[in-house]
């Protein structure tokens, strides 16, 4: 994750203007939040909202002000380096499901920006409303949602789920819009053992009131969660070694959550060095590699005496880089790649 945008950092004319690559999206390394939330709307000049990921029927809201939400912006891609805001109507919820106001979504490196560029390396379709690490606030709830209320703060509502539409849009996990929907799954389930809700549905957890977070803060908890479940998955447990790949967010993560697990030493390798003396000196990380200037095979050799790590893990989205990484694992070492690579 590099950086907070907000449908506001479009600055577009009108609707149909295009920004190329990111645009006015800041992808700097310091993370920036605005509110998404409070933009002016225009006339919708789209279709029919899409249909519900778990049934076509239509729930009643017990927020009979929320009933009809007017159109809302959307950041759309075509997988051809543009991204646009497009008006498009709000998602409408059925009884399990809850609208919610979006208030902050980050942007995604191993992600955004390869949907942007059609270059992940499985098939896509465009134009797709973009991103997946968003923040939202309850505004309605269906008539059968049990798990939300009205005024909760949500993790990653989407406009439009996996498989379906919006207006002739596509989800490409669908964060950056002005409004989204999370599903109450375990609701649905309840009343309905065989139904299938959408597996986007997993993501929809809901911030406790006792956490005083921001929204912009809170979309990190996306990024924590998916990096602790990932070092977990691979196997890193109490005195493991390992080597990570990057000095990003994600990198800094799984450093904090190997550590947390026990793992040692913990060898975290990038090219700068600001970041990797935050990860040894704020992070735990036990030792640090600058592969500008330090040989990475010969340091983590003699670190280990010579042994190799027990896991290599990638968060680079750099598969060259991750090959030439590979000499430092130990014979009955593992390779993890947590980034996502480049299609041909």
């Known amino acids: 994750m590099r950086a907070l945008g907000a449908l506001g950092a479009f600055n ?114 465009y134009p797709g409303v973009l991103g997946h690490e968003s923040v939202g606030k309850v505004v309605s709830v269906g008539a059968k949602v049990k798990s939300f209320a009205v005024g909760d703060v949500v993790l990653r509502p989407t406009a439009v789920y996996p498989g379906e539409r919006l207006a002739g849009y596509y989800s490409l996990w669908g964060g950056f819009a002005e409004y989204g929907l999370v599903t109450d799954a375990p609701a649905l389930l309840a009343d309905c053992p065989t139904a299938k809700p959408s597996s986007y549905a997993r993501f929809h957890q809901k911030l406790p009131a006792s956490v005083p977070m921001s929204p912009a ?75 500008q200037s330090e040989d990475l095979v010969a340091k983590v050799r003699r670190l280990t005496h010579g042994k190799g790590v027990d896991f290599v893990i990638d968060a680079t989205g750099d598969v060259e880089f991750l090959k030439r990484s590979l000499p430092v694992l130990s014979d009955a070492g593992k390779a993890a790649a947590y980034a996502t690579y480049k299609s041909p």
């Not at 902050?104 to 992600?111: E, L, M, N, V, Y």
């Not at 790949?245 to 190997?258: D, E, K, Q, T, Y």
Request: glycine share 8%.
């Open 12 to 125: 577009e004319p009108n609707e149909s203007s295009q920004l190329n690559g990111l645009g006015g999206l800041d992808l700097s390394p310091h993370r920036m939040a605005s509110s998404v939330a409070d933009r002016g709307i225009a006339a919708a000049r789209h279709g029919a909202a899409p249909s519900s990921p778990i049934g076509s029927a239509r729930g009643r809201l017990r927020n009979v002000n929320e009933q009809e939400r007017g159109p809302m912006k959307a950041a759309i891609t075509d997988g051809q380096g543009n991204v646009w805001l497009a008006e498009t109507p709000a998602p409408k919820p059925n009884d399990y499901q809850c609208l919610c106001r979006i208030l902050a979504c980050a942007t995604c490196t191993g992600t955004d920006q390869k949907h942007i560029h059609n270059k992940l390396p499985w098939a896509q379709k």
């Open 217 to 291: 803060d809170a979309t990190m908890l996306i990024t924590l969660k998916e990096t602790a479940s990932y070092v977990a998955s691979v196997g890193v447990r109490l005195y493991s070694s390992l080597v990570i790949l990057g000095s990003g967010s994600v990198a800094i993560s799984m450093c904090r959550f190997a550590k947390i697990f026990g793992a040692y030493p913990v060898i975290v390798v990038g090219r700068r060095d600001a970041p990797l003396a935050h990860a040894r000196e704020r992070i735990g990380a036990d030792f640090t590699v600058n592969v």
